[in-house]
């Protein structure tokens, strides 16, 4: 059976400053929800595998250093971009209200092929608080305008739906597959038999 190339997908995330971007991301890639894990992270993306369904997927993902509060990431955080994650905190209205502006910036800088179809997930983190202002059904609604964004309620914190909304964001990518640029495999080894004579015309001058 022919194996299946493997898949590298970049996934970027976005949401304004505080709302649990690196949070989710420790806890998706390491089960951890600690300082101490933000404070060690000095790279500009994590990776992890997953398997969906009979494929093998390694989703790098890219987390901004706290330049979201200036809204300037750079260009090569957004190029090549297979998907994007906005966040934003149910307890914030204000984090909510900036999801139209994070979801612009994003199609400007990263300029997908097909915007209207692009791969966007939307997570409302901190349910574990107390002190929403951000009811579901709004978001939702809100998810809907935009082609029919997926939705998820996380919390960072204690781990809750954090594993199935990065499951949607490969599965959502994977089936754009013909968008992503293959991941170049490693070059076939040259083999070099022992016993071959030097060929006449092998263009050696000596
Ligand atoms: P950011 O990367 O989007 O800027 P961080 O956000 O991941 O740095 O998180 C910002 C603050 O929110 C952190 O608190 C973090 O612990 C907290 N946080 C993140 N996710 C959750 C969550 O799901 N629930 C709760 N209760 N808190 C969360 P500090 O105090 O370090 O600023
Ligand atoms: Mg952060």
């Known amino acids: ?56 997927v390694t989703m790098q993902i890219w987390d901004t250093a706290g330049q979201e509060r200036f809204q300037s990431l750079g260009v090569a955080f957004y190029r090549g971009a297979d998907c994007c994650v906005l966040v934003y905190d149910v307890t914030q209205a204000n984090s909510f209200r900036s999801l139209d502006s994070w979801r612009d910036e994003f199609l400007i800088q990263a300029g997908p092929r097909d915007p209207e179809n692009f791969p966007f997930v939307v997570i409302g983190n901190k349910i574990d608080l107390d002190n929403r202002v951000i009811q579901a059904r709004k978001a939702q609604s809100w998810c809907a305008e935009k082609s029919n964004v997926p939705y998820f309620e996380t919390s960072a914190k204690d781990g809750i739906n954090v594993e199935k909304a990065f499951e949607t964001v490969a599965r959502n990518a994977l089936l754009r597959e013909k968008d992503i640029e293959p991941t170049p495999d490693f070059p076939k080894p040259i083999i070099i038999p022992t016993n071959q004579q030097p060929s006449q015309s092998s263009g050696c001058p000596c």
């Open 1 to 56: 059976m022919a194996s299946r190339k493997k898949v590298l997908l970049k996934v970027i995330i976005l949401g304004d400053s505080g709302v649990g971007k690196t949070s989710l991301m420790g806890q998706f890639v390491s089960h951890r929800f600690s300082n101490q894990y933000k404070a060690t992270i000095g790279a500009d993306f994590l990776t992890k595998e997953v398997q969906i369904d009979d494929r093998l």
